[in-house]
């Protein structure tokens, strides 16, 4: 029986330790906009108040930062509700309430911004984030940043069972000539340092 436990205890501890290597938990955008002041205040304060949720609902933000701010508000273990505070934000613009909102309705840049919370909350259960970004990508056709936020959130989806699959979805994100490169070099760079570290699981050299 001690054996049992001991197993299960160490079997936890690995799962952990890997998830806290993930997709979602690995890539660091904000960096690249530590020159803008709303990123060092996501940093201090690591939660969605209503500066941040005003900053993030405001389409005369670009895209890019918002993602950044994001990025530096980070996650935890435990979970946030960060998701849950900017949806009641966005509710509230929208004389509604959370429950009542249809996000269809949202617009790519708000769904992008929702969905991305949504996975720095809980990076366990990615499902609902990525069907939530999936909608932004879509709504956002020609932009990189939303494409990589997706293949971000994509790639956390591939983590548990096809490592190869974590630099599919960012090669194709790389090699799509399409899209309008609204996010810095810099950014961009350092999430395929990451990604690209799943390379050598394909079978076939890419």
């Known amino acids: 029986m001690q054996k049992f436990f001991l197993c299960l205890f160490f079997s936890t501890l690995f799962i952990v330790n890997t998830k806290a290597d993930s997709p979602i938990t690995s890539t660091y955008i904000y960096p690249a906009y530590l020159d803008y002041?709303?990123?060092n205040y996501a940093i201090e304060t690591g939660s969605v108040d209503e500066k941040i949720a005003s900053y993030l609902s405001d389409e005369n933000n670009l895209m890019d930062v918002?993602?950044?701010v994001i990025n530096a508000i980070g996650w935890n273990y435990e979970g946030n509700k960060n998701s849950h505070v900017f949806l009641d934000h966005l509710?509230?613009?929208?004389?509604?309430?959370a429950e009542k909102l249809n996000k269809?309705?949202?617009s790519g840049s708000n769904l992008l911004c929702f969905g991305y919370l949504l996975a720095m909350d809980d990076y366990f259960n990615i499902a609902e984030s990525f069907e939530i970004v999936t909608m932004a990508k879509e709504k956002l056709n020609t932009s990189y940043t939303a494409h990589l936020v997706h293949a971000i959130v994509g790639a956390q989806k591939?983590?548990?069972y096809n490592w190869c699959g974590i630099w599919q979805i960012?090669?194709?994100v790389l090699t799509n000539n399409s899209l309008k490169?609204?996010?810095?070099t810099t950014a961009i760079q350092s999430v395929v340092d990451?990604?690209?570290l799943y390379k050598s699981y394909c079978l076939v050299a890419e």
């Open 37 to 39: 002041e709303i990123v």
């Open 66 to 68: 918002k993602v950044a």
């Open 91 to 97: 509710a509230k613009q929208n004389n509604t309430t």
């Open 104 to 106: 269809n309705d949202l």
């Open 158 to 160: 591939e983590f548990d």
């Open 170 to 172: 960012t090669r194709n």
């Open 181 to 184: 490169r609204d996010m810095r």
């Open 194 to 196: 990451y990604m690209i």
